[in-house]
């Protein structure tokens, strides 16, 4: 009986579902007894990632390398910092649309690859290279293709054309409480200047306009008293060509590399550093640091040199060549050194765009010792062993660097610069039975370049 009233109770359930179902209203606009329509359902998307989203997800290095990248190609012509903007967004997008390819603001990888390959070949193009200012100390980046010329003296360094149509220069000097507004207003100031960009940051300046017939760019900075400012000057039909150059070299630009965490800096593997012709049959006087450690020493134009005696308490090193002929010793007879002195030396190949030019640079006398002095400003590397005139063009010693140091992985510039004076060059020479025969007065007849190989 049990069993019976459960399936009766079960089966009087399902014809009242079925009953309900049949008096349930139709859905309007749908027949009765019709087939439901089946319902469409919208997939869930998940939210798309912006451009600018993408892009700080990249590594700060990646992002740099990315918008240096976008402004060799000329697509690009804010800062390049590293810090995600709605200019680099536009910018990816108009390199993609000059590409054919969708602006979607997120470069696919083969596109992010030919943009790489693309600024890299703009480098080479211009010849674009890193290299330390030999005065100061500055990093800077220049396109050595198009400003193959430099020179060098005690206010900074110049880079030009051929006919001029380009030229650089840093400049630096001293001024007593300077202020990026004034510095900004002095340098807006000069004859033939017409600024039409101009920005002024509580540590540095940008101006950008025409200087009569040509384009300027100006970037300037300062640190206690010194003052340091890059200036780039072009005709206007050059536009296309170095306005990404310039973008470039605005973002290279380190006017006072950094010099925190220094330590003394490990021997490099191949040193350069200057020679001076002591006697007409090839001895050389030379830096002890430079030539220590080598395993060969060769003086560029006359092969190989042994280094035939140090001295470590004058720094000096005794280099002799064999062979050479018509060589033109320096007269040593010695001058006099009052309070400033034209170092003649040859400066470190990357300072020059791997050239071996002979520059002389000017310092003034720091404090005296007993027979030597120091220098400053120091004149960058390679000029170590370089001979020191007086005003009138006379021997007044040699410049020894002190060793660098190294901040992180950027080799900082020597900040000091020891003048051996003539008595204590000539009295190495003559307890290493030298005798120096010199008669000539053109120190850059005897100034060689001096070059280090180390395991």
């Known amino acids: 009986m049990r069993r019976l009233a459960t399936a009766t ?17 139709a859905p309007q606009g749908q027949l009765p007894g019709a087939k439901p329509k089946p319902v469409t359902t919208q997939p869930v998307r998940p939210g798309v990632q912006a451009p600018a989203d993408t892009a700080n997800a990249m590594g700060q290095a990646e992002r740099l390398a990315l918008q240096s990248d976008l402004a060799w190609v000329g697509q690009y012509n804010g800062a390049i910092t590293g810090d995600v903007s709605e200019r680099m967004v536009n910018a990816i997008k108009e390199y993609q649309k000059l590409k054919g390819g969708k602006p979607t603001g997120v470069l696919n990888p083969q596109e992010r690859a030919v943009l790489a ?73 000069e004859p033939g200047r017409t600024v039409d960009y101009s920005v002024v940051k509580p540590d540095f300046f940008v101006l950008s306009g ?51 965490a220094a330590q003394p800096a490990p021997r490099r593997k191949v040193d350069y550093g200057t020679g001076l012709l002591a006697s007409q049959d090839g001895a050389i006087v030379a830096d002890r640091e430079v030539t220590d450690g080598c395993v060969a020493i060769t003086i560029p134009g006359h092969g190989h040199a042994e280094r035939i005696a140090e001295d470590k308490e004058r720094g000096l090193a005794l280099l002799r060549i064999y062979g050479a002929r018509g060589l033109k010793p320096l007269a040593l007879s010695g001058g006099n050194a009052k309070s400033t002195v034209d170092i003649v030396g040859i400066a470190d190949p990357q300072s020059q765009a791997g050239g071996a030019a002979i520059s002389s ?95």
């Open 9 to 25: 109770f079960i089966c009087a359930i399902a014809v009242g579902a079925m009953a309900q179902a049949q008096t349930t209203p």
């Open 117 to 189: 390959d693309t600024a890299r070949r703009k480098q080479e193009g211009v010849g674009w290279k890193l290299v330390t200012e030999p005065v100061s100390g500055a990093r800077l980046g220049i396109p050595t293709r198009l400003v193959p010329q430099q020179s060098s003296d005690g206010n900074g360094s110049k880079w030009t054309s051929p006919t001029g149509t380009v030229q650089v220069v840093l400049s630096r000097r001293k001024e007593a409480n300077p202020t990026s507004a004034a510095l900004a207003d002095r340098e807006k100031k």
């Open 210 to 260: 025409l200087q009569n017939l040509k384009k300027f760019y100006i970037r300037g900075t300062f640190r206690g008293d010194e003052v340091r400012v890059l200036t780039i000057l072009y005709d206007q039909a050059t536009e296309n060509t170095v306005e990404p150059v310039v973008i470039a070299m605005s973002s290279a630009f380190t006017a006072f590399p950094a010099t925190l």
């Open 361 to 455: 640079v000017k310092a003034q006398l720091a404090a005296n010792g007993p027979g030597d002095a120091s220098l400053a400003p120091a004149p960058g590397l390679g000029f170590s062993g370089a001979a020191a005139l007086d005003g009138e063009g006379r021997f007044v010693g040699i410049t020894l660097l002190k060793p660098g140091v190294v901040a992180g992985t950027a080799l900082i510039p020597a900040t000091q610069v020891v003048l051996v004076g003539a008595d204590s060059v000539r009295a190495f020479l003559t307890e290493q039975g030298v005798k120096p025969d010199g008669s000539s007065p053109d120190a850059r007849a005897a100034i060689v370049r001096v070059i280090c190989v180390r395991k």
